[in-house]
């Protein structure tokens, strides 16, 4: 009787010790609160009309995941994630007919980095992202115009490879491959990036490049969110993204710059449209519950298209921000984007984000809400 009381403990031991080795998250952000736009056009084109709504995902796009991981011995691990977004003003899904439109893959984590297959983010979103105040502090009202660059992660990778390697001595490095998953369209509508980044103290420095081609096909490829919205007529085909930045913590700040610059290319012949975008951000703990930040970005588009061979439209955006925290996981915050474009050569004026560009040429955002994560 003893043996087998004996025996039914050890064998007790080792289950729970095997089950301690697996787990599954869940998490997610809900962000709601209000926001008022100066300046929206008409359905027709035209008119001033002023915007008050109720709004979703001001700073962080609200959403829900699962993430697992489960040890699998010598170094070795399973890993996961599943991540949908959704709309906590009316409660629906971001993305209809797509359970985890955000991110959903599986992989191998190991010594030596990280194996993983599915829909994921690219290289400039990972590296380039955090040094920026859209993908750090100040969230989706802060992004470049139209999000030209991936900072806010508009684009997924579908059908993707990614190998995320491990810091050594603050350096690290990504890779991904987007498939296009058609037969005899190896390259009719595929991804590739790579990034790179290295962090020393309060230091850190990143690079990363995008290509993504086929962002007219939207079937069964490696992009199937659509094209960027450029801003000029027309759908793009191609996109080019490359940037570099750093950011510097020191004490209870951090100031940042961050350089983007991306090509997109038209169906017919050589039309492009070039965005160079310039980023200086800085955030300041008063104290540990509130901060204040600020980012300004000079964006500049040079057009080569049939209607406009060469035509130049630039926008300034300005930004503030301030938050304070009720604890670790909620928080109130309140800030205000501005947005002052050129006029002209047809390209808009729009602060990302908004519903619509602005009848003239600037556009004046101002919103307050509370986040919560879990």
Same mark, same amino acid.
């Given at each position: 009787m003893?043996?087998? +009381?004996? +025996?039914?403990?050890?064998?007790?031991?080792? /289950?729970?010790? /095997? #089950?301690a080795q697996s787990s599954v998250t869940l998490y997610g952000v809900v962000d709601a609160g209000f926001t #008022?736009?100066?300046? !929206? /056009?008409?359905?027709?084109g035209a008119g001033h009309n002023p915007a008050y709504a109720l709004t979703s995902g001001n700073v962080d796009d609200s959403r829900w995941g699962m993430r697992g991981k489960e040890d699998l011995g010598h170094g070795l691990a399973a890993v996961f994630t599943l !991540?949908?977004?959704?709309?906590?003003a009316n409660g629906q899904a971001e993305a209809s007919g797509r359970s985890f439109n955000r991110q959903a893959f599986a992989g191998l984590s190991? *010594? #030596?980095?990280?194996?993983t297959l599915g829909r994921q983010y690219d290289s400039v979103v990972d590296y380039l992202g955090p040094l920026s105040a859209v993908g750090s502090w100040g969230g989706t009202y802060f992004a470049h115009p139209g999000d030209n660059d991936n900072g806010n992660g508009s +684009? &997924?990778?579908n059908n993707s490879v990614k190998y995320q390697s491990v810091n050594d001595d603050g350096f690290s490095f990504s890779g991904l491959y987007g498939f296009s998953n058609q037969p005899g369209g190896f390259a009719s509508n595929r991804a590739y990036s790579v990034g790179a980044g290295y962090e020393n103290g309060g230091l850190k420095l990143a690079a990363g490049y995008l290509q993504a081609q086929g962002l007219d096909r939207g079937a069964n490829g490696a992009i199937q969110d659509g094209a960027p919205d450029t801003g000029v007529a027309g759908t793009a085909t191609k996109q080019r993204t490359w940037g570099a930045g750093g950011s510097y913590t020191f004490g209870p700040a951090v100031v940042g710059a961050v350089f983007t610059q991306s090509r997109f290319q038209f169906a017919l012949g050589d039309d492009s449209v070039r965005y160079s975008n310039y980023e200086v951000n800085a955030r300041y703990n008063l104290t540990p519950a509130f901060s204040l930040g600020a980012a300004y970005t000079y964006t500049q588009a040079l057009? &080569?298209?049939s209607a406009t061979p060469n035509g130049s439209s630039h926008w300034n955006q300005f930004g503030l921000q301030s938050g304070y925290a009720l604890s670790r996981r909620t928080d109130l915050y309140a800030e205000g984007v501005v947005q002052v474009g050129a006029s002209g050569n047809g390209v808009d004026t729009q602060v990302f984000g908004t519903d619509? *560009?602005?009848s003239g040429r600037n556009q004046v955002?101002?919103?307050t809400g509370i986040r919560h994560r879990f």
């Open positions: 003893k043996k087998t +009381l004996i +025996l039914a403990a050890v064998a007790a031991s080792f /289950a729970s010790a /095997a #089950y #008022y736009v100066n300046n !929206e /056009a008409s359905a027709t !991540e949908s977004g959704f709309n906590v190991t *010594p #030596y980095g990280t194996l +684009l &997924r990778i057009q &080569r298209t619509a *560009p602005a955002v101002v919103s």
